[in-house]
């Protein structure tokens, strides 16, 4: 069966950097889409960004956009969320998520999340 | 602010039947998919591709689409459809591949 498992988080100070992983397995990880969704304490879900499934295509939310960068390693079956210039509003659980089919909008599975805090 | 627009909260009796709605210009072009969020938990699929559900999912949900609108209906609520409910589709600017409704707290009462 399909499974992702994020890793990574934590408690990091303003202005610090942080790198994400998400672990995929039950499927063939280099044939599908992969995105990053936050949700922060008691609000609704925040699409972060996309990757394609051979990586050269890249996109992101505009509240991340020059200071995150999404990655993957088909050989290794994960994805990568590298995350500079932290703010306090990066304050999230981070999700990892797989697509069902070629539309980046079609999701399927979710892993159980890694949260980050972003505080001095 | 959200693309899709959904109402914060909703609730129905044990039972009864409830629709909850998901609006936005794309839903005129792409369908939308439903996702089932129980506190502390991950999101979880119910409806995809307007209303196809995936294997596990209880027949009791169902989804609809008409204009901008897409609805997700639980026909005979249980004591676990209590959950927060989140819709995604396209982003209608086209500026973002995805965009997420801003979710609704179900109550079964």
């Known amino acids: 069966q399909v499974q992702l498992v994020e890793s990574g988080g934590g408690v990091i100070q303003p202005g610090r950097s942080l790198r994400l992983s998400c672990a995929a397995s039950?499927?063939?990880?280099?044939?599908?889409?992969m995105h990053w969704v936050r949700q922060a304490p008691g609000k609704g879900l925040e699409w972060v960004a996309v990757?394609?499934?051979?990586?050269?295509?890249?996109y992101y939310a505009d509240s991340v956009r020059g200071r995150f960068i999404i990655s993957r390693d088909n050989s290794k079956s994960t994805l990568y969320l590298q995350m500079n210039s932290l703010r306090t509003e990066d304050t999230a659980v981070y999700y990892c998520?797989?697509?069902?089919?070629?539309?980046?909008?079609?999701?399927?599975?979710w892993g159980q999340g890694t949260l980050v805090t972003v505080s001095s | 602010s959200s693309e899709l627009a959904q109402d914060p909260a909703v609730s129905v009796a044990l039972g009864q039947t409830v629709r909850i709605t998901c609006q936005g210009d794309?839903?005129?072009?792409?369908?939308a998919s439903w996702y089932q969020q129980s506190p502390g938990q991950a999101p979880v699929l119910v409806i995809y591709?307007?209303?196809n559900r995936p294997s596990g999912i209880p027949d009791r949900f169902s989804g609809s689409s008409s204009g901008n609108t897409a609805s997700l209906t639980i026909t005979g609520a249980q004591a676990e459809d209590e959950a927060d409910y989140y819709c995604n589709s396209r982003d209608s600017s086209g500026n973002h591949p995805v965009v997420f409704g801003g979710g609704t707290k179900l109550t079964v009462l």
């Open positions: 998520a797989k697509t069902r089919t070629g539309n980046y909008y079609d999701i399927d599975y």
């Open positions: 591709d307007k209303n």
């Open positions: 990757i394609s499934y051979d990586g050269h295509n890249k």
């Open positions: 039950g499927f063939t990880f280099s044939g599908y889409a």
């Open positions: 794309s839903l005129r072009s792409y369908y």
